[in-house]
């Protein structure tokens, strides 16, 4: 198994709107991906995601979040706020 956490001093407006586009174009399964927690914090928002390996991680959450975030922040403006 292979977990990331990630913290991003953004709205947490922007979670919702890259997580919104997330389950547009990917949907709601993943392969390789077990759990995808996404949460508010004080100064922005924080991500946890395990997959399988880190292989699974590389090739389809990273790759893909990659994308959406910045097709997200074309559409919503600057990712970090």
Partial sequence: MYGVITTIPAPVETY????????????????????????????????????????????????SWRAIAERTAALYGSLVG
């Fill in 16 to 63: 919702d709107a890259v997580h919104a586009e997330w389950l547009k174009r990917v949907g709601a399964t993943v392969d390789g991906l077990l759990v995808h927690i996404g949460r508010g914090t004080t100064d922005g928002f924080q991500t946890l995601e395990v997959c399988e390996s880190k292989e699974h991680d590389d090739r389809a959450v990273s790759a």
